[in-house]
């Protein structure tokens, strides 16, 4: 059946850059432990099995920098290794725990499974999960984009030079990583303004995507709403996400995640069990943490944490699969309606954060299988098409002009700059401003070694200072101390470096401490904040 519509997936991945060489079980690295086995590795296992079955997935994923790094980070790959083989031994306790439980004993079993999945996978491929997906990519299965070089949110850097630094380190990183250039650009929480334009495609970016209210802002210039691609006036390719689709599986109050059979996300094991028989599973501290075992279910509105029910995959399963077939059903019906009042093709844009699925919504990989494997099996008229086809294959779109916004609360930059975090903004402004006029200091001038180490090292923290995940941290009180120490330490560091190069006074000894723990972008050049000659 020919199409009536197409569908483009668009699945954000992104996690803060965590990293603490020092310690052997630190809390927040955990972030990227679990990710890894509850989403990423999941997620690659599903698009390596659909293509091996002739089914192309057709998703594209944006990776930002800082996850990339994390994913081909030694030290990290073997504390996973580690993080994986204690999860293995402590199933194999609960296996003999539950043998008398079946229902507690089916869950025990899919874990076991789960986090054998990641064992095998990650041996396969010697811990690097880029390569996979790198493998993916140029078989034409998937396509790869990035994002800003530490996720910060564009419009709120004030500097121009900032806003330069972190798409062109992104697209350095991204060669590096992928042995090509990136054609898409993830636009760090959807964040968008005007200027952004011209820095986007000087930096070499086809297209990019916003929240669907910057679209509709354009009024009679978008006449197809957000079922279309656009283009500003610079020649930059533009999606608009679409609020239908990504509500259904984003929002856990009126979306699928918040299905009664679905697993229970609050609910951990490590708080649970007997504290004597999970410590050699906890931190070196021994103090209770989340395990990333998850026994319940959400149960029913409202439950209370102690009153959820066991999981049950068989009937989480069913429920996927129920799912998948009424959001291809609401598609359709948007293809249908679009395609009977305009008489054309619409596009919907979907975009999601990766770790939602897996990690938050537990059966998000397995609903994603089941649409992608329904479309086929049932011959129905949507398609799956990455942005760099679906541009190659329509006409020149039409030009707009976009409106300022982001896909935050609020529909703008509430989250990121409000009562609970604007304190950091003077902090990270401060390392800017200095890293800016210290690179136009040195530009043109032949440093020794030591001297270009540390101006290179104070660039990496300048970009680290200006990370959105430390204001967004503080804003939902998650970890706010840890993203206040984040924060306030790389823009010291900065500042610090920075001082020492000009009173040519270089701690060395310190210095490569900081390499060693803030070792991302491995060829950055403190340059690239230097301010643009004018004639």
């Known amino acids: 059946m020919s199409s009536r519509g197409s569908l483009m997936f668009l699945l954000h991945a992104h996690l803060p850059y965590v990293n603490?060489?020092?310690?052997?079980?630190?809390?927040?690295?955990?972030?990227?432990?679990?990710?890894?086995?509850?989403?990423?590795?999941?997620?690659?296992?599903?698009?390596?099995?659909?293509?091996?079955?002739?089914?192309?997935?057709?998703?594209?994923?944006?990776?930002?920098?800082?996850?990339?790094?994390?994913?081909?980070?030694?030290?990290?790959?073997?504390?996973?290794?580690?993080?994986?083989?204690?999860?293995?031994?402590?199933?194999?306790?609960?296996?003999?725990?539950?043998?008398?439980?079946?229902?507690?004993?089916?869950?025990?079993?899919?874990?076991?499974?789960?986090?054998?999945?990641?064992?095998?996978?990650?041996?396969?491929?010697?811990?690097?999960?880029?390569?996979?997906?790198?493998?993916?990519?140029?078989?034409?299965?998937?396509?790869?984009?990035?994002?800003?070089?530490?996720?910060?949110?564009?419009?709120?850097?004030?500097?121009?030079?900032?806003?330069?630094?972190?798409?062109?380190?992104?697209?350095?990183?991204?060669?590096?990583?992928?042995?090509?250039?990136?054609?898409?650009?993830?636009?760090?929480?959807?964040?968008?303004?005007?200027?952004?334009?011209?820095?986007?495609?000087?930096?070499?970016f086809d297209y990019t995507f916003m929240e669907s209210h910057a679209v509709e802002a354009a009024g009679e210039q978008a006449p197809n709403g957000v079922y279309s691609p656009y283009r500003t006036s610079n020649g930059l390719g533009l999606f608009a996400r679409d609020a239908a689709s990504s509500r259904e599986v984003w929002s856990a109050k009126f979306g699928y995640p918040g299905d009664p059979a679905?697993?229970?996300?609050?609910?951990?094991?490590?708080?649970?069990?007997?504290?004597?028989?999970?410590?050699?599973?906890?931190?070196?501290?021994?103090?209770?943490?989340?395990?990333?075992?998850?026994?319940?279910?959400?149960?029913?509105?409202?439950?209370?944490?102690?009153?959820?029910?066991?999981?049950?995959?068989?009937?989480?399963?069913?429920?996927?699969?129920?799912?998948?077939?009424?959001?291809?059903?609401?598609?359709?019906?948007?293809?249908?309606?679009?395609?009977?009042?305009?008489?054309?093709?619409?596009?919907?844009?979907?975009?999601?954060?990766?770790?939602?699925?897996?990690?938050?919504?537990?059966?998000?990989?397995?609903?994603?299988?089941?649409?992608?494997?329904?479309?086929?099996?049932?011959?129905l008229p949507l398609q799956f098409v990455t942005p760099t086809e679906y541009l190659n294959s329509c006409q020149e779109p039409q030009e707009i002009a976009p409106g300022m916004s982001s896909w935050g609360e609020n529909g703008y930059f509430d989250p990121w700059v409000n009562e609970s975090n604007d304190f950091i903004y003077p902090a990270v402004y401060a390392a800017t401003d200095k890293m800016i006029e210290t690179a136009n200091r040195f530009r043109n001038q032949d440093l020794n070694s030591l001297a270009t180490r540390a101006l290179n090292q104070a660039a990496r923290e300048t970009l680290l200072s200006q990370s959105s995940d430390w204001a967004f941290l503080l804003y939902i009180g998650s970890h706010s101390d840890y993203a206040k120490g984040r924060l306030e330490d790389h823009s010291a560091n900065a500042l610090r470096l920075l001082g020492e190069v000009i009173e040519k006074r270089v701690d060395e000894q310190a210095l490569a401490a900081l390499e060693r723990k803030n070792n991302l972008f491995p060829r950055i050049d403190f340059r690239i904040f230097a301010s643009v000659s004018k004639f």
């Open 20 to 204: 603490h060489p020092q310690d052997s079980a630190f809390l927040e690295e955990s972030w990227f432990f679990e990710a890894v086995v509850e989403t990423y590795v999941p997620l690659i296992s599903v698009l390596e099995r659909l293509s091996a079955e002739g089914i192309r997935p057709g998703v594209t994923i944006s990776i930002s920098p800082t996850l990339g790094a994390m994913l081909e980070n030694e030290a990290l790959e073997r504390k996973l290794g580690i993080y994986v083989e204690s999860r293995l031994e402590l199933l194999e306790k609960e296996l003999e725990r539950a043998k008398d439980d079946p229902a507690l004993l089916k869950i025990v079993q899919l874990y076991h499974a789960l986090y054998a999945e990641a064992a095998e996978l990650l041996h396969k491929y010697s811990g690097d999960l880029i390569t996979p997906l790198k493998a993916l990519q140029h078989a034409g299965q998937i396509e790869i984009i990035t994002t800003a070089a530490t996720h910060a949110v564009l419009p709120l850097l004030a500097r121009p030079e900032a806003v330069r630094a972190q798409l062109a380190v992104a697209a350095e990183d991204y060669q590096d990583r992928f042995n090509r250039k990136a054609a898409g650009f993830w636009l760090p929480e959807c964040a968008y303004e005007p200027r952004l334009n011209s820095y986007l495609k000087l930096s070499g």
């Open 262 to 379: 679905y697993r229970e996300f609050y609910r951990d094991y490590g708080y649970d069990g007997d504290l004597e028989y999970l410590k050699p599973y906890l931190g070196n501290d021994g103090a209770r943490r989340p395990l990333g075992l998850k026994y319940h279910r959400i149960t029913g509105p409202g439950a209370d944490l102690a009153a959820k029910q066991y999981y049950d995959p068989d009937e989480a399963l069913a429920r996927v699969e129920a799912h998948a077939t009424d959001f291809l059903d609401r598609r359709q019906r948007q293809t249908d309606d679009f395609y009977a009042d305009r008489g054309g093709r619409p596009l919907i844009v979907s975009c999601y954060d990766a770790e939602l699925f897996g990690h938050w919504w537990f059966e998000g990989p397995a609903f994603l299988e089941a649409v992608i494997r329904r479309i086929r099996t049932e011959r």
